[in-house]
Antibody, heavy 117, light 108 residues
């Protein structure tokens, strides 16, 4: 069974940083693209970033470009999202997901990031 | 970034009726790289359709997708009680992927 378990969320002050992790199991992690998608409370889905299977190709939403960095460790079956210069607009549940290069067919349960003073 | 506009914002229908949800892109979506998701309250999104018209594994055939270029449609042929949810379209034809704002399908 595919499992994606996010961690690292919490309360952070504006301008601060946070690193999210996503532990993957139940599938061949190193063979799959991975994505981060976020959802503010009561709002819609917003795609954040993706990374290819070997970590050599990444893309970002305009809203996070230059502030967020996606990475992966295939030896540890773990996906990461380093988030810097956080603002209140980054407050959301962050999901990691796997699928093709674009669409996502397995999702984690998410980790909540709250940016507030 | 490609902007996806979904309509209507809310659709009120009864079980057994046909639902037609629209997704319009601000520019052409390459290779019809358009997906549809269903999300119920408190749950994670569920992939329904990818490549504009291919059903994901385990998705009932009452769900169908169509369209190309800038106009895409998700059709639910006969609504079941469990189909009432929020639906999102997503384009992945450009380097920066985007979602639509969602259509809420509610029971009339």
């Amino acid at each position: 069974e595919v499992q994606l378990v996010e961690s690292g969320g919490g309360l952070v002050q504006p301008g601060g940083s946070l690193r999210l992790s996503c532990a993957a199991s139940g599938f061949t992690f190193r063979s799959h693209w991975m994505h981060w998608v976020r959802q503010a409370p009561g709002k819609g889905l917003v795609w954040v970033s993706r990374i290819n299977n070997d970590g050599t190709y990444t893309t970002y939403a305009d809203s996070v470009k230059g502030r967020f960095t996606i990475s992966r460790d295939n030896a540890k079956n773990t996906l990461y999202l380093q988030m810097n210069s956080l603002t209140a607009e980054d407050t959301a549940v962050y999901y990691c997901a796997t699928g093709g290069s674009g669409y996502c067919y397995n999702w984690g349960q998410g980790t909540l990031v709250t940016v507030s003073s | 970034e490609i902007v996806l506009t979904q309509s209507p914002g809310t659709l009120s229908l009864s079980p057994g009726e046909r639902a037609t949800l629209s997704c319009r892109a601000s520019q052409s979506v390459d290779n019809s790289y358009l997906a549809w998701y269903q999300q119920k309250p408190g749950q994670t999104p569920r992939l329904l359709i990818y490549g504009a018209s291919s059903r994901a594994t385990g998705i009932p055939d009452r769900f169908s997708g169509s369209g190309s270029g800038t106009d895409f449609t998700l059709t639910i042929s006969r609504l079941e009680p469990e189909d009432f949810a929020v639906y999102y379209c997503q384009q992945y034809g450009s380097s920066s992927i985007t979602f639509g704002q969602g259509t809420r399908l509610e029971i009339k």
